[in-house]
Structure formats: structure tokens, C-alpha cells
């Protein structure tokens, strides 16, 4: 039987429903040789499935996915590290989580200011401890009867331009890829279906500019690409080098129905692709 791997999944480091550890535990169970944990905008949940890894005899891969910001569509850059913890993205991540906690409260002051009985509190609670969004302000404002809908709320306050909105500090896809770099780490461009760009036809001039600063791959192998695109993005990797990589974005309860390793059912994703990567990171030792 070969061997496969899953290279995209979410911890409760971020906002999926297992521990590090219970996610290692679910790969042996699915006999997958190796992982990557990729949580959004941290590293935190590397230490302990590298642990449970070698516990278990599982490969744990230390990643992350950065959200950066994109007017059309969502970019995320997933990055995937060989060597020791990549302290300093670390720092960085947590100077990022930092800034988006003071953009947070300054939102809260601004509802405050508006007449609305809103707290810290409440927001936190609406996310389930989870990483705090607009949409969770949202939530809160239709929870306490001041709009109707979530989309009133973003109409009237919350979105860009409106009188809650603060703007956000999310780094561009370009300094996100080079923040990954220069911690020794491989930058990815996951799904890229997500992007206004794979459907306008203009992904590979936005992939040109993008490996200019430091991109390696794109994510190929995904739980939600039908034939048809895996094959696009396929023939799009190889046309432009770039290397290919896939996971199912597993996030445990949180997002039923994708199981870890195979997605929706079908996907196998081959333990090659990963030699691959890693035969890259070994060309970038880590300082
Ligand atoms: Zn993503
Ligand atoms: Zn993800």
C-alpha cells in the first residue's frame, strides 16, 4: 500500500476541535505516515504533535497558514518548516496577534460610542475562544436585538467604511510570504480556488509575482477541488515550477464532514510530495 499524508489541518491551536495531540493520534488511526499541522496564524500547537508524533511514529511537520489580505477573494499562505521551531515567525505571529487584539478593542469603543451595551466579554464569548473576527461583532449585535441580521450589521457598522469599522493590519500576500521564508520555512499558496483570481484566469501572473517573493508551491490536492481543478493547477504547477503540495483542511467538529487524510472521501494525496518539500527545505538550513 503506499503511503499518504495530509499537509493541511487545524488544532485547537487554532479553531479545530481536536488538541495537537488528538489530531496525531486520528493520522495513526487512519494509518497516514505523515502531517503537517498548519493552524491559522500560529505555531503554537507544533510542540505537542511533534511530541505525540514521535510518540506515536507519525512524520508531524511544523506548519502554520497565514491569512493575508486580498481584495478579491481569500489568500492564504501555508508555511511548512523542516528544522528546529521557527522562533522567530513565532515572534511574529504573536506581534500580528497583538495588533489584531488592539484593533478588537478599539471596534468595542467605537460600538460603545455609538450607544450600544457591548463588552469584551461578549465578543469573546460569541467566538467560543476561537480567534475574534468582525463576524463575531456581528453576532453580538444580532444576540442583543440591535440589527436583524448578520448582514445589517455589516451594512450599518461593521464593514469597510462604516462607523465600527477599524482597519485591518493584516500583512499583503507578498510580506506574508517573506515573513515564512526568513524564518527557514516554505511558503505555499493554498487553495487557490478560493482566489478571484482562478476564475478571472489571472492566476498565473498573480503566482509570477508571488514566487518573485518567495513562493515554492500551491496547494493542488484539496478537499473541496473537483477533477477538473486538481488537474488545472496540476498542469499550472508544473508549467510555472512551482511545487505541489495538499491536505484536507481538517478541522474536526468544527467543519463536518472532512475527514482527515481523505476530505470528503476520495482524496489521497502521495507521502512523494512531501520528499519533494522537504528535498527544498534542505537547501534552506535553518539559521
Ligand atoms: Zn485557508
Ligand atoms: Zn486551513
Not at 134 to 147: C, D, I, T
Not at 165 to 173: C, F, G, I, S
Not at 220 to 225: E, Q
Amino acid at each position: 500500500m503506499p503511503d499518504y499524508i495530509d499537509l493541511h489541518l487545524h488544532t485547537t491551536a487554532s479553531d479545530g476541535s481536536l488538541t495537537p495531540a488528538a489530531v496525531v493520534g486520528l493520522a495513526r488511526e487512519r494509518g497516514l505516515k505523515a502531517i503537517a499541522v498548519t493552524d491559522h496564524d500560529t505555531i503554537a500547537g507544533c510542540p505537542e504533535a511533534h511530541a505525540a508524533g514521535s510518540r506515536l511514529g507519525v512524520e508531524v511537520i511544523c506548519g502554520v497558514e497565514i491569512s493575508a489580505d486580498w481584495p478579491k477573494g481569500t489568500l492564504h499562505i501555508l508555511g511548512y518548516f523542516f528544522g528546529s521551531f521557527p522562533r522567530s515567525l513565532d515572534q511574529g505571529l504573536k506581534e500580528l496577534q497583538d495588533n489584531r487584539a488592539k484593533r478588537n478593542l478599539e471596534m468595542i469603543v467605537k460600538l460603545q460610542n455609538l450607544g450600544f451595551t457591548v463588552s469584551e466579554d461578549d465578543i469573546v464569548r460569541a467566538s467560543g475562544g476561537g480567534q475574534i473576527g468582525r463576524p463575531h461583532f456581528a453576532k453580538v449585535l444580532v444576540e442583543k436585538k440591535y440589527v436583524k441580521s448578520m448582514e445589517e450589521a455589516f451594512d450599518r457598522y461593521l464593514g469597510k467604511g462604516k462607523p465600527a469599522y477599524v482597519e485591518k493590519d493584516r500583512l499583503t500576500p507578498e510580506e506574508t510570504i517573506r515573513m515564512i521564508a526568513k524564518s527557514g520555512g516554505i511558503p505555499v499558496l493554498a487553495h487557490p480556488t478560493t482566489l478571484g483570481e482562478y476564475d478571472s484566469g489571472e492566476l498565473p501572473q498573480l503566482l509570477s509575482r508571488l514566487q518573485e517573493n518567495g513562493l515554492r508551491g500551491i496547494e493542488v490536492y484539496y478537499y473541496s477541488h473537483t477533477e477538473p481543478d486538481t488537474n488545472r493547477l496540476l498542469s499550472l504547477a508544473q508549467r510555472v515550477n512551482l511545487l505541489v503540495t495538499g491536505g484536507t483542511d481538517f478541522h474536526g467538529a468544527n467543519l463536518g464532514n472532512i475527514q482527515i487524510g481523505t476530505g470528503k472521501g476520495n482524496l489521497k494525496i502521495p507521502y512523494q510530495l512531501l520528499m519533494k518539500l522537504k528535498n527544498v527545505g534542505g537547501l534552506h538550513p535553518q539559521t
